[in-house]
């Protein structure tokens, strides 16, 4: 009715965990799943070995750096089902898919494989690389509402031909937020005589890792997202037989300078010149604090983000009238949803939509708006980690409503 204000929805009370993280005061965090959010005693790690470094940075960076890399390489190597050896530190899955994708050596007709569902960084070095074999870059069209399992199987399957030399697969896709069955997919690649390289950039923390049973050719993932390490801290996991032909997106000292007790894969990537590499430190010190936070440990910590979002899902289709695009078994920590029909056909207006920017600034609520499709659909995403509640969901139900 005209002159009448409708009142605006009541920012729900804090999650007891959100104690633990320095998100903003009077705001809603749905998106751990851009990068991540750093709890406060891994920070504290963090600003402790920063002030080691600059209280004695040669004595630190050149004779203490190895030691204090390995117990966190450990520790990282167990909770991803992997050996040490096999494991280096790189600073984002983009920077992991660099490596591997240039170390690459492609000749003119090779063929490289993706899908209309990955990442825009990544899909970007995939491009550059054709482009300076004079090699062709395939993307398979996976669907999107995706109703099961096999049809994203059978997608990648449909593209794949005797001049595919490499496949990138996500195992979580980040708009899309959907848990790509990638053991299925890689074992049907390999029968085709195609390697894979799985973009795990939302995977460590979110999924249960077992990597030297999955056994892809190479693997990357991050580490700022859901294991909550610092901005910085990624991975990347290579297979023995192919870790001779691997180099780092940064060359530096380790081409021609061997250490004892470490493999020559370990050697190239361990130093890529001067950083600062307390984000890689802190790896262990953020698994074990996450892996603390629930009676059941990692394992719980996941369920409960999973369960989290499939409830948050549930929710906002009810409330806002809209179809899920995929089923509960294809989702993590993270579920996206169209938008309502209102909110279709609108020009996009700067690098962010204005109703994103809105929801931020008027209700405190963070939550990306993503546009796919032709024709174009709009969507949103939502995540679930540890500091997020069920009442969230709603007042997002709620503002989403009100704009």
């Not at 050719?217 to 610092?230: D, F, R, S």
């Not at 369960?307 to 579920?335: F, I, T, W, Y």
Request: contains cysteine; charged residues 25%.
């Amino acid at each position: 009715m005209i002159g009448v204000r409708t009142q605006k929805p009541t920012l729900p009370a804090p999650s007891p965990f959100r104690r633990h993280w320095r998100l903003a005061p009077g705001t809603v965090f749905l998106n751990h799943g851009s990068f991540g959010a750093c709890p406060r005693p891994v920070l504290e790690r963090q600003a402790e070995w920063r002030r080691q470094m600059e209280a004695a940075p040669v004595q630190f960076l050149w004779r203490r750096y190895e030691e204090a890399l390995e117990p966190a390489r450990t520790v990282l190597a167990r909770f991803l089902g992997a050996r040490p050896r096999d494991v280096v530190f790189v600073t984002n899955a983009t920077t992991g898919v660099n490596a591997v994708v240039r170390s690459l050596a492609l000749r003119r007709g090779d063929e490289l494989l993706t899908t209309n569902l990955d990442y825009n960084a990544c899909h970007n070095v995939l491009v550059e690389a054709a482009r300076r074999a004079s090699a062709k870059l395939v993307v398979a069209p996976m669907p999107f509402p995706l109703r099961r399992a096999d049809d994203a199987i059978e997608a990648v399957m449909r593209m794949v031909t005797p001049r595919t030399r490499l496949a990138m697969i996500d195992h979580v896709t980040s708009d899309t937020a959907l848990v790509l069955p990638v053991g299925r997919i890689m074992r049907e690649l390999e029968t085709r005589g195609v390697d894979t390289l799985v973009d795990g950039a939302h995977a460590p923390g979110m999924l249960p890792l077992q990597l030297s049973r999955l056994r892809p050719a190479y693997y990357t993932g991050n580490l700022h997202k859901w294991v909550c390490a610092p901005k910085g801290a990624a991975f990347l996991w290579a297979r023995e037989d192919k870790q001779a032909g691997l180099q780092p997106a940064v060359m530096s000292h380790g081409q021609n300078r061997p250490r004892p007790g470490h493999t020559a894969f370990q050697d190239r990537f361990d130093w890529p010149g001067t950083i600062d590499p307390s984000a890689w430190l802190c790896v262990g010190e953020a698994i074990r604090w996450l892996g603390e936070l629930l009676p059941g440990g990692w394992p719980e910590l996941r369920r409960h983000n999973h369960d989290l979002v499939v409830q948050a899902r549930r929710h906002l289709c009810k409330r806002l009238e809209v179809e899920p695009p995929c089923p509960e078994n294809l989702l993590g920590s993270m579920a996206t949803l169209p938008l309502p029909r209102r909110f279709q056909g609108r020009p996009r207006a700067g690098k962010i939509d204005d109703e994103q920017l809105r929801l931020y600034d008027e209700f405190g609520i963070e939550v990306p708006f993503i546009r796919m499709g032709q024709p174009e659909t709009r969507w949103f995403r939502v995540s679930a980690q540890i500091y997020n509640r069920p009442e969230e969901y709603a007042y997002l139900a709620d503002c989403l409503s009100a704009l």
